[in-house]
């Protein structure tokens, strides 16, 4: 999702800004900074609900900034792990302007 010079295409950039758009998305990726965590435990750490954090780890996820895979453990129970993806970009205004350019149609419509 990323070019090698930092670069996100058009409508990768909106989905993450708008996925770090949010506090607690931006908390969430500051916690996992640390490493991987079990969704419990991220939302102790964070102080939120387990459906709360779902909802915006489904959306960090949905803009390639962390992803999941479930454990099974030694008593049977499968426990959803998070992580960050490796991800970088710079933001410039000409970095802004490429990304500009490459927007499909469907964004012009969104606030």
Same mark, same amino acid.
């Given at each position: 999702?990323?070019?090698?010079?930092?670069?996100?295409?058009?409508?990768?950039?909106? #989905?993450?800004?708008?996925?770090?758009?949010?506090?607690?998305?931006?908390?969430?990726?500051?916690?996992?900074?640390?490493?991987?965590?079990?969704?419990?435990?991220?939302?102790?750490?964070?102080?939120?609900?387990?459906?709360?954090?779902?909802?915006?780890?489904?959306?960090?996820?949905?803009?390639?900034?962390?992803?999941?895979?479930?454990?099974?453990?030694?008593?049977?129970?499968?426990? #959803?792990?998070?992580?960050?993806?490796?991800?970088?970009?710079?933001?410039?205004?000409?970095?802004?302007?490429?990304?500009?350019?490459?927007?499909?149609?469907?964004?012009?419509?969104?606030?």
């Amino acid at each position: 999702m990323t070019s090698q010079d930092g670069g996100w295409p058009g409508d990768d950039l909106v #989905r993450v800004f708008a996925a770090l758009g949010n506090p607690h998305r931006l908390r969430v990726v500051a916690a996992l900074v640390e490493g991987r965590c079990h969704v419990s435990e991220l939302a102790r750490r964070l102080r939120i609900s387990r459906p709360l954090l779902q909802v915006h780890l489904r959306r960090l996820e949905e803009a390639g900034l962390v992803r999941s895979h479930v454990e099974v453990a030694a008593d049977a129970r499968a426990r #959803r792990f998070y992580e960050l993806t490796s991800f970088s970009f710079a933001v410039t205004p000409e970095s802004l302007a490429e990304a500009a350019a490459e927007l499909s149609d469907r964004n012009e419509e969104e606030p």
